[in-house]
Structures are given as structure tokens and as C-alpha cells.
């Protein structure tokens, strides 16, 4: 159906005497009541073109743009969902599994909705058209007089022209624009972009600009990120907003570590002891996150005869998660994160107007210093891979995936000062490599979390037998997983260092490059 937004002057049945001078309408009966809008944090169904409503206890996927309605659930009582997993129908379950992940549902916004249907009819009294006339509205307790009245058009098989011809009448009335979606003119006026927020702002930086200017817009927009997770966060909407805030930390503390010389030394120090603090004081609740969410993979590696045993760990698990959670919201509560917070937006204000005096690399073009910090980073890469032994212990591996991680940081934030498609061909080839990488390292360090846990697990623990078993277990398996990604990683490893990337590296970033 394609949508067509009224003037005001159409509002409250204007249109309708409008529309029987020229066409046969029939008006059907009208539907009211309230509509709530949900998505994720940061947009997920509506980046893929869906929509999300609720009306009282029915849960209705649609196209963004055509309204079609994809799947639906009726759910009994009262209960709000969140979840993917929290839905009954199979197909919306799976469909919001698919684009949700672990993101949870949030309310987007509450619209009062009366709905009028209405069918143009020929001579011959057979529908040739349907309209919907829905008029929107603010919910009372908003006390607002905002109203949106949208017209949307349904054509009927085998009467396309009466559909043309309707078009027309709306383009000689200035409805010549239809809508990108039937809440496009809401969404503007209150000033709602579901998808405007993102983990990963890329930032348009020009060659010619000071360091401590580029990378103080870096940081700002860092920081930005790490406020936008706090309210989410501390009211455990989900695991994401833990994750994001944890991230924006540690690309923070990956650019203070690799421009030192566009900083003050002692300022410098500070805020790195900080950062590392607060990543550092998140931790523990990272890990329980990221083992809860783990539940259903660890399931498919046991024989059913270990899952009583695992569902014990887990219970365990959530419960050692409360405990941390609150332990971390309490400290987002005190003054030194609030006196932390205050100090880094006037240290980044400064930033931005002016270089420090005993910052070396304050006011050196950022181009020339982004491909030099590049170029040293890949060097030191392919040094670590030459000397590789891949019977090495974890730690060798650990440290390259560490390398990697920071190389990458530097290709993201610089990514505007040189040739897109090449930097994003670097990027997703570097992401392959990290993948396994990171994997490796999870596996890692989940077998030492594990045999740690055992040694600290009380005698008295209800079900001991089966929780040893199912940890037992589990050690198991991801100890060949973490062979099995030994090797993997092998492969990515000789693509990022073979000839073709050393060469591509040395175009965009050897020091005799020339400029974008």
C-alpha cells in the first residue's frame, strides 16, 4: 500500500466531502484504540524495513513500507515480551531471532490510532479501490495536540486504472509525494530515527587536519557512546549495553595508547589509568554475560545425560551475575565516575580548541600521522607472525590477536582519510582473522574460568556430581574447538601477511604514499 500524508486543513473529515465530488465511497466501520511501536536499541528491525507493533496482547510484524503484515502473536495475560525466545509463534520467534539477537525489545512509541476504511466503487457498485484513513495521535498523558492523519491506498486486482486514476486526483491536490512508510511524517515531527544510534561512528576526517583536533572528534564520539549505554545498562535491559559501553572503553584506551604524542603526558596517564579501571571493573559481569549467553551452544555440546548438570552451573551463573551487576551499577554511582565523566568532556573540549604544548604530535596533519601508526602496527604484525611457532602456548596467540585488534581500531578511525573500498576490503579481512583469533582466546579462557570454578565449588553444592561431570565436559569439547580454531586461524593469518595485503598496505600507507 503506498501512503500519503494529509494537510491539516484535510484533517478531522475534511477530505471525505473532497473525495465524493468526483468518486462513489463507501465508508466502513471505523477501529480505535492504541498502538506500541518496539524495537532494539539501536534499530535492528527497522533497519532491515520491518515494524513492530503491539495492540493490547497482539504482537504484529509488518513491512515498513508496505504494511504487509508478515506474522503475528496472541499472547494470554498481560505480560509485556522483551526477548526473541519470550514469543509463542514459531515464525515470529524465529524471524525476530534472526534480527534481534541478543538485543531485547524496547518501546519505541505510543500512538492513539482511529481508523476509518473506505471503498471507491464504479458504476457497477463493485470495489475497484480501498482506502484507510488513520488518524494519529499522542497518548492523553502526553499532553500534546500533535495529529497525523495518513491516507493509504490498497489496489484491487483487475482495476488498476481506477488506482491510476485516483493517483492522479491526489497529484493535482499536491499528494504527488507518497511516503516512505505510513509513520514516515510521525517520525520526523517528534524527531524519532530508530537506527541513529551506532556502536561504531565512522566520522569524516580531512588530511589536512591538526591531530589533536581529528582525534579529539574521535574521542568525543566515543564518549557519546559510552553515555548512550549507561541508562541501559544499569536498568539490564540487555547484555548489549554492557557490551557497547565496554567497547567505546577499550577503542578509547587503544587511541590514548597509539597517539601518545597528541596528548599532555601527565593528563595522559590519567585518564588511561581511568579507562583501564573502568573496562577492568566490568569484567567479571562481561564473562557471566557472555556464559549465560553461551547456554543453548554449551547444551548442544553435552550428552543429554550432563544437561541436568549444566542447568545447575547456569542457575549458578545468573546468580553470581545478580550479585556483579548491582556490584557495577553501584560504582557507575559514585563520585569518581561522575568526577571521571565531568573531568574527560572538559579535558576532550580542550582538546578539540587547542594542541597541548608538550604534545609532539598535536599538530602534525593527521594523515601523515594515521598511515605512519598504521604502517608500524602492520610491521609489527607480520614480525610477531615470523616468529610464530604454532605449537606455541595460548599466550603467543593471544598476543597477536591483541595486535590485530589494535590495527584494526586504527583502520576504523581513520577509514575517511583514504580510499573506502580499499580500507573496507582491509577491515573485513582483518575481522576474518580477529574472528578466530578472538575465538581461540575465548576458548581459552573459558576452560580456565571453568577448571577455576571447580576448585572453588563447595562440597555442599546441591547436585555436585552432575555439575562436576557437565563442567567436565564441557572442558572437553572446547578444548578441540580450540584446535580446530588453532588451524583456522592459520589460514586468515597467511592471508593478511601474504604478498598481495603487504603490497596494498605499502600503497596506502608506506611512507612514500602520496595523499588521498
Same mark, same amino acid.
Given at each position: ?86 514469543? $509463542? ?11 534481534? $539477537? ?68 491526489? $497529484? ?37 587536519? #591538526? ?207 583514504? #580510499? ?97
Amino acid at each position: 500500500m503506498k501512503s500519503y500524508a494529509l494537510p491539516p486543513q484535510l484533517y478531522n473529515g475534511a477530505l471525505l466531502p473532497l473525495l465524493q465530488e468526483t468518486f462513489r465511497i463507501t465508508a466502513h466501520k471505523y477501529e480505535q484504540g492504541q498502538r506500541e511501536y518496539l524495537d532494539s536499541f539501536d534499530g535492528r528491525l527497522y533497519r532491515q524495513g520491518l515494524l513492530l507493533m503491539r495492540e493490547n496482547s497482539q504482537y504484529t510484524l509488518r513491512k515498513l513500507r508496505s504494511g504487509k503484515i508478515l506474522c503475528q502473536d496472541n499472547q494470554s495475560g498481560r505480560r509485556i515480551l522483551r526477548m526473541a525466545d519470550d514469543f $509463542q509463534d514459531a515464525q515470529l520467534r524465529s524471524q525476530l531471532s534472526e534480527w534481534l $539477537q541478543m538485543r531485547a525489545l524496547i518501546p519505541l512509541l505510543q500512538l492513539e490510532y482511529h481508523l476509518r476504511p473506505y471503498a471507491i466503487m464504479n458504476q457497477d457498485q463493485k470495489t475497484v479501490l480501498r482506502l484507510w484513513l488513520t488518524a494519529f495521535t499522542l497518548p492523553p498523558d502526553i499532553h500534546s495536540s500533535k495529529r497525523w492523519e495518513i491516507l493509504q491506498l490498497e489496489k484491487i486486482r483487475g482495476y488498476q486504472d481506477s488506482a491510476r486514476q485516483f493517483r492522479k486526483w491526489l $497529484q493535482e491536490r499536491d499528494f504527488s509525494r507518497h511516503l516512505a512508510h505510513v509513520l514516515e511524517p510521525v517520525f520526523t515531527d517528534l524527531d524519532l530515527r530508530p537506527d541513529a544510534y551506532t556502536s561504531k561512528p565512522r566520522l569524516t576526517l580531512f588530511p589536512a587536519m #591538526p591531530a589533536h583536533r581529528a582525534v579529539a572528534q574521535i574521542l568525543q564520539a566515543l564518549f557519546t557512546v559510552m553515555r548512550q549505554n549507561e541508562e541501559g545498562l544499569q536498568a539490564d535491559i540487555d547484555t548489549e549495553f554492557l557490551h557497547d559501553f565496554r567497547v567505546a572503553i577499550r577503542r578509547t584506551r587503544s587511541l590514548l595508547g597509539q597517539l601518545k604524542g597528541v596528548f599532555p603526558a601527565q593528563q595522559l596517564q590519567h585518564f588511561r589509568n581511568e579507562f583501564s579501571y573502568w573496562g577492568k571493573s566490568s569484567n567479571r559481569l562481561r564473562d557471566l554475560d557472555v556464559y549465560l549467553l553461551k547456554k543453548e551452544h554449551f547444551r548442544s555440546l553435552l550428552p543429554p545425560t550432563l544437561h541436568e548438570g549444566l542447568d545447575e552451573l547456569m542457575r549458578q551463573l545468573r546468580q553470581a551475575r545478580s550479585r556483579e551487576r548491582r556490584r557495577f551499577v553501584r560504582r557507575l554511582q559514585t563520585r569518581r565516575y561522575q568526577r571521571f565523566t565531568a573531568e574527560w568532556q572538559a579535558f576532550l573540549s580542550t582538546l578539540k580548541q587547542q594542541a597541548a604544548a608538550d604534545a609532539a604530535d598535536g599538530t602534525r596533519d593527521i594523515y601523515v600521522l594515521a598511515r605512519k601508526k598504521i604502517r608500524r602496527r602492520y610491521h609489527k604484525i607480520l614480525r610477531i607472525v615470523k616468529q610464530l611457532e604454532w605449537t606455541a602456548a595460548d599466550a603467543q596467540l593471544h598476543s597477536l590477536r591483541l595486535e590485530c585488534k589494535q590495527l584494526r581500531y586504527l583502520l576504523e578511525f581513520f577509514h575517511s582519510l583514504f #580510499p573506502p573500498a580499499k580500507m573496507d576490503r582491509l577491515i573485513v579481512q582483518l575481522k576474518d582473522l580477529q574472528d578466530y583469533l578472538g575465538e581461540f582466546n575465548d576458548l581459552s579462557v573459558q576452560q580456565d574460568f571453568l577448571n577455576a570454578f571447580l576448585e572453588t565449588l563447595p562440597d555442599e553444592t546441591e547436585k555436585r556430581q552432575d555439575v562436576v561431570a557437565a563442567v567436565g565436559g564441557l572442558i572437553v569439547k572446547l578444548k578441540e574447538q580450540q584446535d580446530h580454531n588453532r588451524a583456522a586461524a592459520a589460514v586468515h593469518i597467511a592471508a593478511f601477511t601474504n604478498t598481495d595485503s603487504k603490497r596494498t598496505i605499502a600503497k596506502l600507507f608506506g611512507k612514500h604514499s602520496g595523499s588521498k
